[in-house]
């Protein structure tokens, strides 16, 4: 088991100083690590990528050297230099909207990466997972046909954008001929084709230099103001006016129209695969992504957007919001399990109480590598071999963060605080990042004023910070 050293992403959309908890957890972590008040914290990274790799606390030597050099049955091969695991897991703290986006299938991403492999700059997929830490927002997948229906005949600006008779009206009809709108048979001859009128929508929505968005925006808000809401929540409302004010005249105010606006509340979950379209609103989570950062965006961000690669990918299914969440499965008096239909990432949560029995506070053995962090409390932690060979006992507290290796025996002798922490596994080999393209650390990290915040609100790239 390794000690680890991590990487934070400094991101404007990330939470200031102190209110962000992946500063604090970081810090607590990270002893020469200082907060700094007016600079916003987003992600802590904790796994192989290349654009933010683990390294051994001890020694500096990155995650990924260290595994190619100490081979497992799940590694590659054994004369690699780096070994990848196929995940990340991160903490995330959002303080205002994340650019819409869609990430590729393997498939996908490999046309995408041999076509573009500066945008692309590698051949996997990034499936992801969100466990709210706190209360949680997100948009994820396309809506339920019946409330994209309902918006559509409630809000003219809506149906204007997805295309008026000529797009939106195809997609009315269809819709309106399915048997039972609150349980669609996705087989069904009129699913199929609702997809397909969607996409035609969806494609004219995101036509180039369109013309009249700043005159259908000023139209959804003034049907607000008067009012109308057909499927729109009354939480959903105040979504579209804060992005009204971020991202002024972006055509991505609209998408709580037509994307479902999850709220979870603290230990919910929900995943969702590539070619599904979403956007994180607000809060804390612990994610889990496939070992990648292909990106395809559609709005609210200054970054490339690539129209043709965007209405390719999604899959334009219509959702409703329970299918993306994950439940919860208790294994043990002290870990349960979430497991989406991935094989990147499964996800434990472990919590242990100051007084458990010795039977209680062990943790599952895995047969495959993992990584472990600490969120909350203090205890004593026992490594032992899969003969139950004592190899190490550890301090433990909030901001540690561990590589555990395969079929190691990890088990907690005492907890002097009840402690929580969050362990990613995954039974799967990582992919080969040896020759993506790596996006530059930048060892100085400036001081952004408060002004620039406010104009940059919506940039994502920004420098990494390691210690």
């Given at each position: 088991m390794e000690q680890l050293k991590c990487h934070v992403k400094q991101y404007a959309w990330g939470k200031y100083g102190e209110e962000s908890e992946v500063a604090r957890l970081f810090a607590d972590g990270h002893e020469s690590f200082q907060i700094d008040q007016k600079t916003p914290y987003a992600e802590l990274w904790?796994?192989?990528?290349?654009?933010?790799?683990?390294?051994?606390?001890?020694?500096?030597?990155?995650?990924?050297?260290?595994?190619?050099?100490?081979?497992?049955?799940?590694?590659?091969?054994?004369?690699?230099?780096?070994?990848?695991?196929?995940?990340?897991?991160?903490?995330?703290?959002?303080?205002?909207?994340?650019?819409?986006?869609?990430?590729?299938?393997?498939?996908?991403?490999?046309?995408?990466?041999?076509?573009?492999?500066?945008?692309?700059?590698?051949r996997n997929h990034k499936p992801e997972l969100a466990y709210a830490l706190t209360r949680f927002e997100l948009l994820c997948g396309f809506r339920p046909a019946r409330e994209i229906l309902q918006n559509l005949q409630t809000f003219p600006s809506f149906r204007l954008l997805f295309g008026g008779d000529t797009y939106a009206k195809p997609l009315e009809d269809c819709i309106q001929q399915m048997k039972d709108l609150n349980s669609v048979d996705q087989k069904?001859?009129?699913?199929?084709?609702?997809?397909?009128?969607?996409?035609?929508?969806?494609?004219?929505?995101?036509?180039?230099?369109?013309?009249?968005?700043?005159?259908?925006?000023?139209?959804?808000?003034?049907?607000?103001?008067?009012?109308?809401?057909?499927?729109?929540?009354?939480?959903?409302?105040?979504?579209?006016?804060k992005m009204s004010v971020d991202f002024p005249n972006d055509i991505g105010i609209f998408s709580p129209l037509f994307l479902n606006h999850m709220i979870?509340?603290?230990?919910?979950?929900?995943?969702?695969?590539?070619?599904?379209?979403?956007?994180?609103?607000?809060?804390?989570?612990?994610?889990?992504?496939?070992c990648s950062n292909n990106t395809i965006r559609a709005a609210m961000t200054p970054k490339y957007i690539d129209r043709d690669a965007l209405c390719s990918v999604l899959n334009y299914k219509m959702t409703e919001q329970k299918d993306y969440l994950v439940p919860e499965n208790k294994l043990t008096e002290c870990v349960d399990m979430y497991a989406p239909d991935c094989k990147d990432f499964q996800l434990h949560r472990i919590r242990v109480g100051t007084h458990q029995t010795v039977e209680e506070m062990m943790i599952p053995t895995l047969d495959c590598a993992s990584i472990f962090v600490?969120?909350?409390?203090?205890?004593?932690?026992?490594?032992?071999?899969?003969?139950?060979?004592?190899?190490?006992?550890?301090?433990?507290?909030?901001?540690?963060?561990?590589?555990?290796?395969?079929?190691?025996?990890?088990?907690?002798?005492?907890?002097?605080?009840?402690?929580?922490?969050?362990?990613?596994?995954?039974?799967?080999?990582?992919?080969?990042?040896?020759?993506?393209?790596?996006?530059?650390?930048?060892?100085?990290?400036?001081?952004?004023?408060?002004?620039?915040?406010?104009?940059?609100?919506?940039?994502?790239?920004?420098i990494t910070a390691v210690v």
């Open positions: 904790m796994g192989t990528h290349p654009d933010g790799p683990a390294q051994l606390k001890k020694c500096s030597t990155k995650l990924s050297t260290y595994l190619a050099k100490n081979p497992s049955p799940l590694t590659n091969n054994n004369s690699a230099k780096n070994i990848h695991l196929p995940f990340i897991m991160k903490v995330m703290s959002i303080r205002t909207t994340l650019s819409l986006q869609v990430h590729p299938t393997k498939e996908q991403a490999r046309r995408l990466h041999e076509k573009d492999p500066i945008h692309y700059p590698d069904s001859t009129e699913f199929k084709d609702s997809r397909k009128y969607l996409e035609d929508c969806f494609r004219f929505m995101m036509v180039p230099e369109r013309n009249d968005v700043h005159d259908l925006i000023a139209k959804l808000l003034s049907e607000l103001d008067n009012g109308l809401r057909g499927a729109v929540e009354e939480v959903t409302v105040g979504v579209i006016r979870l509340e603290p230990g919910q979950c929900c995943y969702y695969a590539a070619e599904e379209l979403h956007a994180y609103l607000s809060g804390e989570c612990v994610e889990c992504v496939g600490v969120v909350s409390g203090k205890g004593t932690l026992e490594e032992a071999t899969i003969d139950n060979q004592l190899i190490g006992q550890y301090e433990v507290k909030r901001g540690d963060i561990f590589y555990i290796p395969p079929k190691h025996n990890i088990r907690f002798s005492s907890c002097s605080e009840p402690l929580e922490g969050y362990r990613t596994f995954s039974y799967e080999m990582g992919p080969d990042h040896d020759t993506r393209l790596v996006t530059p650390v930048q060892n100085a990290v400036p001081t952004i004023t408060e002004k620039m915040f406010k104009l940059d609100a919506d940039m994502e790239e920004a």
